[in-house]
């Protein structure tokens, strides 16, 4: 049977919370995948909103292509697989994601959000767009929602 135990670089690529990675820290080793699984679940039930803010500063803004490579280097490389739809958008779509993530920061106070693999970029605008009515704390919820996922095909990476 493998034990999986991942080091402290590996959990910031999965997530950028300071608290979820030190909480890994001390659950490890795994013993299997689900158990890799079950203590990420607990680690995130641990985050308040301080941490989850911590955990999407690590994203890169969807739509800004100039951020991926400029910015987060930590994560580039999966963020810029997460986001290849997006390589392949139209100027204009580009632009109101730009523009909309911008007005999404203003009104919430942190970046858009969202699961982008196997996503189109136009379906991440619909997205963008219909979560720009909600209140602050459903989109912290969605949010913390989408980091999990996001995180959860990261963990992939390294089982």
Known sequence: MSQYTLNRAQLA???SSQVWQRSMELSAPFE???ALRDAANKAFDLLEEHDWLEAFAGHPMIGDLSTLQAK???AKELSKEEQSSVQHASQDTLVALLELNQQ?????GFIFIVCATNKSAD????????????????EL???AKEQRAISSIRMEAYV
């Open 72 to 74: 987060y280097a930590q």
């Open 104 to 108: 999404y920061v203003k009104t919430f």
């Open 123 to 138: 379906e991440m605008l619909r997205l963008l767009k219909s979560r720009l009515t909600n209140s602050r704390n459903t």
């Open 32 to 34: 299997n995948q689900k």
């Open 141 to 143: 919820l969605n949010a």
């Open 13 to 15: 690529q999965i997530c």
